[in-house]
């Protein structure tokens, strides 16, 4: 089993600065299968990067994803209001066959 | 608009069962591979199942194996997820999601309904 381990746990900032939230896989992983979702209280998740790098539909160029391999990142650049959430990287695999990580929280500082 | 509504959450007695409904509008639903992720309260995401387009592959977590059925009915556009043999773990938001199938993300994500398992 691919195990993400996401990383800072929680990340406090202030409006207009920019955010580097880190995902680890534990063995290499394709990068066409690594996804990012950003989900605030009481919604579901939302799509924000898919194939570890390109942008769902209607996402700000201010979200950018990379990485390869065992480790990709998600930065958030003039990070606004409406960012500060809950954010999950996912992966496809084997068994099980979708994974998330924990999950990075967002916060206002 | 593509929507996705689930229903048939609610409080069921450890052992129990329970069937959870999706329904699709705004997309062509039988072309879509669709699956139920689940989130415990105050937990992170937990992939439970997967269905094909046309129900020739499922997939379930462990955790799901032999007590989850998913199914569907395309002239209805509507998923299912029977779950019997409920335990407490099991409480959580149950979600419906759309798979983006070339890239295996998940690109469109129901409200939710909650699953209580409690006695």
């Known amino acids: 089993e691919i195990v993400l381990t996401q990383s800072p746990g929680t990340l406090s900032l202030s409006p207009g600065e920019s955010a580097t939230l880190s995902c680890r896989a534990s063995?290499?992983?394709?990068?066409?299968?690594l996804a990012w979702y950003q989900q605030k209280p009481g919604q579901p998740p939302r799509l924000l990067i898919f194939?570890?790098?390109t942008r769902a539909t209607g996402i700000p160029d201010r979200f950018s994803g990379s990485g390869s391999g065992t480790d990709f990142t998600l930065t958030i650049s003039r990070l606004e209001p409406g960012d500060f959430a809950v954010y999950y990287c996912?992966?496809?695999?084997?068994?099980?066959?979708?994974?998330f990580g924990q999950g990075t929280r967002l916060e206002i500082k | 608009e593509v929507q996705l509504v689930e229903s048939g959450g609610g409080l069921v007695k450890p052992g129990g069962s329970l069937r959870l409904s999706c329904a699709a509008s705004?997309?062509?639903?039988?072309?879509?591979?669709m699956q139920w992720v689940r989130q415990a309260p105050g937990k992170g995401l937990e992939w439970v199942s997967s269905?094909?387009?046309?129900?020739?592959?499922?997939y379930y977590t462990d955790s799901g194996k032999g007590r989850f059925t998913i199914s569907r009915d395309n002239a209805k556009n509507s998923l299912y997820l029977q779950m019997n043999s409920l335990r407490a773990e099991d409480t959580a938001v149950y979600f419906c999601?759309?798979?983006?199938?070339?890239?295996?993300?998940?690109?469109?994500w129901g409200q939710g309904t909650t699953v209580t398992v409690s006695s």
């Open positions: 705004g997309f062509s639903f039988s072309s879509y591979t």
């Open positions: 269905i094909s387009s046309t129900s020739s592959y499922i």
């Open positions: 999601a759309r798979l983006f199938e070339y890239y295996k993300t998940m690109d469109v």
């Open positions: 194939g570890a790098s």
């Open positions: 996912q992966q496809y695999g084997s068994s099980p066959l979708y994974t």
């Open positions: 063995e290499s992983i394709s990068s066409t299968y």
